[in-house]
């Protein structure tokens, strides 16, 4: 990868610079615990991985941390897995979620948005106390510290009330979309044994009522180790016999009580997509995700009391949760409940400029597809609040980052991020006061040592490598549920490299300390010993306007010799003729090299994707390879399975 140095797409202003939290946190940082006073941000940040137990007791000084039992020391242990933090000390997330209300208790804490677009807002006061009668019907039901609560629930304030109730219990938070079937929301919740679930009779998509009471009586069925369902009436029926109405749970006037847990003590259980397996159970605690979220939100992120944040997300991706986690900044969080794409493509625009949105957040996708079908956000909309638009999902590619800067604003801070549900986080990406270079995330976070690793464990620069950390972070999991013995937790990121995180990602980290991501290692092109990220050659053909999404595949064949084919999805009205498949090839040729030219160009009715919309390569390969569908993917996980079995009959024709 070339080393010279572009120019930015986008500069902080001085002013932006000096107002930036980040910048008044390492000056009082200086002065407190010796981080350095000079030399910017890539100063902070190996202050902050060299020191790292000083960085993150400054995180908790900064931010106020509430700790009601203090904690012996930062780091009790540093080996990964198995880093234990702020060992002795008692908090409690919900507790800190819910701050704001002691000074701004009549503003809002979240605006929720439907369909309509119109937002509604509940107030800090409002959310506190409804959070305080549900936290004391959950202990009047028996849930104590450490029993699992569920939640099948659209993005909707329900659903912020009872993980915060949850949390604020001490118990243990779970949650699917319901757009989930009963199948993949058991190869979930059966694992962590729920006592409660919330569940909706309904939602509303892309203009049409789905309901889902039968689905929620096959759960209720199929869970015995539910106590209780609580009916929420999104779509107005009534509650089935035994369940328990949502309004009445809410509806006293009472303080919430915040159980003071261990710094350890799990808050939620994230799910792995299960694209090949049952999804694994993530367990993340209720300190380490407050620190880290806190650290992510309040500093990278830039927000505050004076900040509307919304990302578009649904209650089964990690994002809704990092939304969540916003109000421990006081920020104003934007719960939207519906389509991306309704009533047309720009609807997420829409609702950023109806609610005042000053941090959008939303895929790469999304982006991608506002730029084929010719949408102009700063012409119908007005997005003179938004101050960042943030992206994640996959890599957003240069021709979005050269689009929202053309489409959106000029001086608009461009915060393409890198994370996972496995640490509830971003290992890189925003920065309000470092430049934005077009395809590139800004930096790794603070406290984050990440690095780019050869096969030998060798640091890389300007070249392409694994992406590795090397320290370990609050918010990773302390155990993945029912791995008694730790290893498949072991075994999925600690398996390479001992002792270090290995998260599956190709990454190059730039001599000027910026972050490009080229895809998963875990389904690799490997063409002669030359590795290459898919995401390029998605980003370099779907750029031509026939192309709707694409997939590509390296399968290593019997016979030593290797297949690397590139599915196409069509655009509506699209043939794929040989003019078009010389455009093509050649754009792949031209754009990255003549090695990245796929063996076969193939039709395809679509691409599958996870229920989180990511696409799906590792099982397609085995498909490829001759593996049955049973073997190859957990069905559940995906959204449209009869598009896998295009690809199943392809192995079986080629085969």
């Given at each position: 990868m070339s080393t010279t140095n572009p120019s930015p797409l986008w500069q902080p202003t001085a002013e932006g610079i000096a107002q930036a939290q980040v910048t008044k946190f390492q000056a009082w940082a200086a002065e407190r615990h010796g981080a350095p006073a000079d030399g910017g941000y890539a100063a902070l940040h190996r202050w902050s991985v060299d020191e790292l137990d000083t960085f993150w007791k400054a995180v908790t000084e900064w931010f106020d941390v509430r700790f009601s039992t203090p904690y012996t020391r930062v780091l009790g242990d540093r080996a990964m897995p198995g880093a234990a933090w702020f060992p002795g000390g008692t908090l409690n997330y919900a507790e800190h979620a819910l701050r704001a209300a002691e000074t701004r208790a009549d503003e809002p804490a979240l605006l929720h948005v439907d369909e309509t677009?119109?937002?509604?807002?509940?107030?800090?006061?409002?959310?506190?106390?409804?959070?305080?009668?549900?936290?004391?019907?959950?202990?009047?039901?028996?849930?104590?510290?450490?029993?699992?609560?569920?939640?099948?629930?659209?993005n909707v304030p329900q659903a912020v009330v009872a993980l915060l109730a949850t949390a604020a219990v001490g118990g243990v938070w779970t949650s699917c979309a319901p757009d989930f079937g009963a199948r993949s929301v058991l190869d979930r919740f059966q694992q962590v044994e729920p006592v409660v679930l919330f569940a909706v009779d309904g939602y509303r998509y892309g203009g049409k009522e789905h309901d889902r009471r039968d689905t929620v009586a096959e759960l209720r069925r199929e869970l015995p180790t539910l106590r209780a369902v609580v009916h929420i009436p999104l779509l107005g029926t009534e509650a089935s016999e035994g369940a328990l109405d949502w309004s009445a749970l809410t509806s006293a006037d009472v303080e919430p009580v915040f159980e003071q847990v261990p710094f350890d003590h799990p808050l939620w259980v994230l799910y792995s997509s299960g694209t090949t397996g049952l999804p694994k159970a993530i367990v993340q605690s209720q300190g380490g995700i407050?620190?880290?979220?806190?650290?992510?939100?309040?500093?990278?992120?830039?927000?505050?009391?004076?900040?509307?944040?919304?990302?578009?997300?649904?209650?089964?991706?990690?994002?809704?949760?990092?939304?969540?986690?916003?109000?421990?900044?006081?920020?104003?969080?934007?719960?939207?409940?519906?389509?991306?794409?309704?009533?047309?493509?720009?609807?997420?625009?829409?609702?950023?400029?109806?609610?005042?949105?000053?941090?959008?957040?939303?895929?790469?996708?999304?982006?991608?597809?506002?730029?084929?079908?010719?949408?102009?956000?700063?012409?119908?909309?007005?997005?003179?609040?938004?101050?960042?638009?943030?992206?994640?999902?996959?890599?957003?590619?240069?021709?979005?980052?050269?689009?929202?800067?053309?489409?959106?604003?000029?001086?608009?801070?461009?915060?393409?991020?890198?994370?996972?549900?496995?640490?509830?986080?971003?290992?890189?990406?925003?920065?309000?006061?470092?430049?934005?270079?077009?395809?590139?995330?800004?930096?790794?976070?603070?406290?984050?040592?990440?690095?780019?690793?050869?096969?030998?464990?060798?640091?890389?620069?300007?070249?392409?490598?694994?992406?590795?950390?090397?320290?370990?972070?609050?918010?990773?999991?302390?155990?993945?549920?029912?791995?008694?013995?730790?290893?498949?937790?072991?075994?999925?990121?600690?398996?390479?490299?001992?002792?270090?995180?290995?998260?599956?990602?190709?990454?190059?980290?730039?001599?000027?300390?910026?972050?490009?991501?080229?895809?998963?290692?875990?389904?690799?092109?490997?063409?002669?010993?030359?590795r290459m990220g898919s995401a390029d050659i998605y980003e370099a053909v779907e750029r031509l306007p026939e192309i709707k999404e694409s997939l590509v595949i390296g399968v290593e064949q019997p016979?030593?010799?290797?297949?690397?084919?590139?599915?196409?999805?069509?655009?509506?009205?699209?043939?794929?003729?040989?003019?078009?498949?010389?455009?093509?090839?050649?754009?792949?040729?031209?754009?990255?090299?003549?090695?990245?030219?796929?063996?076969?160009?193939?039709?395809?009715?679509?691409?599958?994707?996870?229920?989180?919309?990511?696409?799906?390569?590792?099982?397609?390969?085995?498909?490829?390879?001759?593996?049955?569908?049973?073997?190859?993917?957990?069905?559940?996980?995906?959204?449209?399975?009869?598009?896998?079995?295009?690809y199943e009959k392809l192995a079986r024709e080629r085969g």
């Open positions: 677009h119109e937002s509604v807002p509940v107030t800090w006061s409002e959310l506190r106390r409804q959070v305080g009668s549900l936290a004391t019907e959950l202990r009047a039901l028996g849930v104590r510290p450490g029993d699992r609560v569920s939640g099948y629930l659209p407050l620190v880290e979220h806190l650290k992510q939100l309040g500093l990278h992120c830039d927000l505050g009391p004076g900040d509307r944040f919304f990302w578009y997300t649904s209650t089964g991706w990690m994002m809704w949760n990092f939304l969540v986690s916003g109000l421990l900044t006081g920020t104003t969080i934007v719960l939207y409940d519906g389509s991306p794409g309704y009533p047309d493509t720009g609807a997420q625009w829409r609702i950023a400029e109806r609610t005042g949105a000053t941090l959008f957040g939303t895929s790469a996708a999304y982006v991608m597809a506002c730029r084929k079908a010719d949408v102009h956000p700063s012409r119908d909309f007005d997005l003179g609040r938004v101050r960042c638009v943030a992206t994640t999902g996959s890599p957003l590619p240069p021709d979005g980052f050269r689009w929202l800067h053309d489409e959106v604003r000029e001086d608009l801070w461009i915060a393409s991020v890198s994370g996972g549900t496995d640490v509830c986080s971003c290992f890189a990406g925003a920065v309000p006061t470092l430049p934005v270079y077009i395809g590139e995330l800004q930096a790794p976070g603070l406290g984050t040592d990440l690095q780019s690793w050869d096969a030998g464990g060798k640091p890389l620069t300007d070249e392409v490598g694994e992406l590795v950390v090397t320290n370990p972070m609050p918010s990773m999991p302390i155990r993945f549920w029912n791995d008694p013995d730790g290893s498949r937790y072991h075994d999925s990121y600690f398996d390479t490299y001992p002792g270090v995180w290995r998260h599956g990602d190709w990454i190059t980290i730039t001599s000027r300390g910026s972050v490009v991501i080229h895809g998963r290692s875990d389904s690799t092109l490997n063409r002669g010993g030359v016979d030593g010799g290797y297949w690397m084919p590139l599915f196409v999805h069509l655009a509506p009205g699209a043939v794929l003729d040989e003019d078009l498949l010389k455009r093509i090839k050649g754009t792949i040729r031209e754009q990255l090299s003549p090695r990245h030219v796929p063996d076969e160009v193939i039709e395809v009715p679509g691409v599958p994707h996870t229920l989180t919309g990511k696409r799906i390569e590792v099982p397609v390969k085995r498909l490829l390879q001759g593996a049955s569908m049973e073997k190859a993917v957990n069905v559940g996980s995906v959204d449209d399975v009869e598009l896998l079995r295009f």
